[in-house]
């Protein structure tokens, strides 16, 4: 999962809700204000689904999933403007669900979560930092909670897509980057190389597919706790 940084809400959202004050996402919501959404969503959050980490190559292809981590920042209530709420929206993928007769179990995301609610909060740093990798590629959480997020509602491991595989492979790439680039240089060099790879992806936000992993090791690496 990423760490998602909303901006300001699209103009035509804000227009939309000041004009409607009971209007229900569900049923009322315009498209161009929804396309206004997802190209913004698509931006801030580098083409990549929130949840997978997969890239989406277009907006028009980025669903618009609600997420409110089961009370976030103390508030205890859902309510209906909160759909309305841009920085609750979350940019993912289809999760798989447009494969012809595809089994639950090889859905992924908002596609395999349905209504259940999540404890992760996706816009909250530590609570991603939860998120932890195995040496296979595959993702849990020592918080319980956090761990059936991950594995269970939002399926991330899912074999059928080969995610954890997938995962192991784009870190093995980096790490071997990281290896040539710094042949025969100093520790000080390598720890260099490490500490500009990390600000690239998570202060300067060039986040490229399933880069948490590649994050994750690099914090262990960097004791960043
Ligand atoms: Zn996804």
């Not at 929130?50 to 277009?58: F, H, N, S, T």
């Not at 009370?71 to 205890?76: S, V």
Request: aromatic share 6%; net charge positive.
């Amino acid at each position: 999962m990423i760490v998602v940084k909303r901006g300001k809400e699209p103009n035509s959202l804000l227009k939309f809700r000041k004009q409607h004050l009971d209007a229900d996402y569900e049923t009322d919501m315009p498209t161009d204000v929804l396309k206004d959404i997802r190209e913004q969503m698509w931006e801030e959050q580098k083409c990549l689904c929130a949840y997978c980490m997969r890239k989406i190559d277009d907006p028009r292809v980025m669903r618009i999933e609600h997420c409110r981590p089961r009370h976030p920042q103390g508030e205890k209530e859902h309510d209906r403007k909160a759909t309305l709420d841009f920085k609750w929206m979350l940019g993912v993928c289809y999760g798989n669900s447009l494969e012809k007769g595809v089994k639950p179990e090889d859905k992924t995301c908002d596609a395999h979560r349905g209504n259940t609610e999540l404890t992760i909060n996706p816009f909250d740093e530590l609570s991603i930092r939860k998120i932890k990798y195995s040496a296979d590629g595959s993702i849990c959480s020592d918080d319980p909670e956090i761990n059936k997020d991950v594995t269970e509602t939002l399926n991330l491991n899912c074999q059928a897509l080969s995610l954890p595989q997938t995962r192991r492979s784009v870190l093995q790439k980096e790490q071997e980057r990281i290896l040539k680039k710094c042949k025969g240089k100093s520790q000080d060099a390598v720890i260099h190389e490490l500490e500009r790879t990390y600000s690239s992806l998570v202060q300067e936000r060039n986040l490229t597919p399933y880069c948490g992993i590649i994050i994750s090791w690099l914090e262990k690496k960097l004791k960043i706790s």
